[in-house]
């Protein structure tokens, strides 16, 4: 189970931290990853970290803006978002699987929160 909260609405140039805390799950034996999904619009890759922590990965679109950690202690992954633009607004999962940037190699999936970003 994964549970994704931290989600609402933000003014562009706003920060949020999106959390994903698991259960039944641990972190640290799976890649974890964040994806987006807009209405209409198919699911897109946003970040992923390595089972290990050694690895990172992000979409270019949140490259510098955008960091994806985790604390084993805590059973939890976050999303640090900042510099929100308009385009960041979505319905966003976390997921936990092997792989990094295809939602395919994800197994199990949050619930998803929505993130709003206004002008």
């Known amino acids: 189970q994964l549970q994704a909260s931290g989600g609402g609405l933000v003014q562009a140039g706003g920060s949020l931290r999106l959390s994903c805390q698991a259960s039944?799950?641990?972190?640290?034996?799976?890649?974890m990853g964040w994806f987006r999904q807009v209405p209409g619009k198919e699911r897109e890759f946003v970040a992923a970290i390595s089972w290990r922590g050694r690895s990172t990965y992000y979409t270019d679109s949140v490259k510098g803006r955008f960091t994806i950690s985790r604390v084993n202690a805590k059973n939890t992954v976050y999303l640090q978002m900042n510099s929100l633009k308009l385009e960041d607004t979505a319905v966003y999962y976390c997921?936990?699987?092997?792989?990094?940037?295809?939602?395919?190699?994800?197994?199990?999936w949050g619930q998803g929160t929505l993130v709003t970003v206004s002008s």
């Open positions: 039944g799950l641990t972190v640290s034996t799976y890649d």
């Open positions: 997921a936990a699987g092997r792989g990094t940037s295809d939602h395919r190699q994800y197994d199990y």
